[in-house]
């Protein structure tokens, strides 16, 4: 099984596939409607305080 990774604001292809967010937070300014998530995976998206000690 192949994963392509991409980011949220890159326009949707016929390849793409399944589309799956891994992230605590939601990505701001996009609506669910536009992203067309296939899911949103926030249990194995970094912690809350391995983000901010990465200064996100």
């Known amino acids: 099984m192949a994963f392509k990774i991409k980011r949220v604001t890159e326009p949707l292809t016929k ?3 399944a589309r799956i ?8 300014g ?3 409607a536009k992203l067309q998530l296939t899911a949103w995976v926030r249990d194995i998206a970094p912690s809350t305080e391995l ?5 996100h």
């Open 51 to 55: 983000r901010q000690w990465f200064g």
């Open 21 to 28: 967010l891994i992230d605590r937070l939601w990505p701001r």
């Open 15 to 17: 390849a793409d596939g």
């Open 30 to 32: 996009q609506s669910k």
